[in-house]
């Protein structure tokens, strides 16, 4: 399918954007520091779909943002995605050995490192995102307004809040749907969504009235939604080699899902919606959307 | 003494500008992730002598810079280091009860929690830096410049760096004076120097090539190392009742200080001569930097 092909190619383009910008990073290393660098980059390099970054650069492409900050935006926030997964993955939160078939951060390196590495690395997206060089090509109100979206999304009334929510609710028997859906808004949907509006930041587009800034943020709250719904049922009924984690951890560990509390059928229902909401919300964008609607149906049909 | 009850009544003019900036903060928080809200106040509302955002204050007010924006630097600044002592005190950093005569984060707070009102204070910084209102008065090119000041001094090049070299140290038998001063530049006086360039950059002076900005780099440098100094000498002399934590724990685990590498004598000379230096590089703004000087001698003098 030539479709694919080319959704394929497109999105090896941008993801070698980041790895671009990622690599350029990190030059001089302090050496009596060298181990807490190292420990980042660890964090930083292990894989995975990069699907902020990408979300973030086909959303500024689409929308004609200057595509050098858009790598260097992609760069912070797979920093702050990064830096998220190293203290979940700490023995005080999930205590989790594996993730994407790689021993945890705090598996490589003593757990102090660890937890330096994941505050070295949220650091580090603002401190990429306050370097003007790579933002010469963006006024300095819309660099600023790349950093409130970040902060916005990444903290406690975002993303932490979302992992606050997930903690609280273990120890409970149960929980609504509606919290499970306002959990996984801010824990996962924050920073999906937040990645989508940085490429239209980046574009010029910067406010709640603007018509365009309100579908790209309904495509991505809708495609976030459905990325955690497709993760729940992955653990049910994804293939472990694939995955590079073991399945069926979250009824092993009593976790509140949307598979536990919908069951899988309405669940699969579920996810279709969204996807299909998602999808919708690109009308107005016509043939130019083709790359965010193929990417959409990646995330719906993905086996890992 | 009139100059002493002056520069009380000074301090706590800055203070009190923090602190409502502090109480205007925090007004919704949502109801399901209360408990990291909670957390964060804690750390930050744990009292101290609050000195980066005092000193971040009064060098914004020695140069006539926006006392708005200072007060909301100040915040950020006192969010990154409330951050760092939560973490700090985890159990797999140093492992403490007590910090400032009160059970430290963690042990009021679930662990995890903790770990959560650390990242979120340390979002929180430059959510608080980047917001537009608070800096109406400051043009968006100095804005980006305190993010990066702050970004650079907390990060991995800066105190994450000073607190990894703290950590690998105590592995090893005996350490430099060359490597212990570079430990306490990076995991103290990152913070302390940046405050005091904030206050610069605040009213206009950004650059390294300005002679006012150096002039408060190497007061504010000085000063950061005479901090440490004071802090190992109180831990061998100080009173546990004033200074709301056991002394004698530094010897008890091995700590490299400066009082156990140069001994008591040396680097109570050594803290003299560091006070007199940096008072030294205050000498251009003459009577107006009144009271940069009585901070300084306030610093050496004190008994908590």
Known sequence: MNKMADF?????EYLSLLEEEI?????????????????????????GKRIRPVLCLAVCDLLGGDMKA????????????????????????DNDDLRRGRPTCHKVYPENIALLAGDGLLNHAFALLSDRRAFAGVPPETQLCLLRELA?????YGMIGGQTIDLLSEEEQEISLSLLEQMHRLKTGALIRCAARMGCILAGYTGEEEKIF???STFSEKLGLAFQIKDDILDVTGD????GKPIGSDAEN??????????????????????EEAVASLADFGEDGWFLRAFAEFLLSRTY
Not at 70 to 85: T, V
Request: aromatic content about 8%; charged content about 25%.
């Open 70 to 93: 858009g790598a260097r935006a992609a760069y912070a926030l797979e920093c702050i995605h990064n830096y998220s997964l190293i203290h979940d993955d700490l023995p005080c939160m």
């Open 240 to 243: 472990e080699q694939v995955l």
């Open 254 to 275: 009593e976790k509140k899902t949307f598979v536990s509390l919908m069951g899988l059928p309405a669940a699969g229902q579920k996810l279709k919606e969204l996807t």
């Open 214 to 216: 309100e579908k790209i």
């Open 152 to 156: 916005a999304a990444a903290g406690a």
């Open 8 to 12: 394929k190619e497109k999105y090896r």
């Open 23 to 47: 690599r350029q990073d990190w030059q001089e290393i302090p050496e009596e520091q060298e181990m807490v660098f190292s420990a980042m980059q660890y964090g930083l390099n292990g894989g």
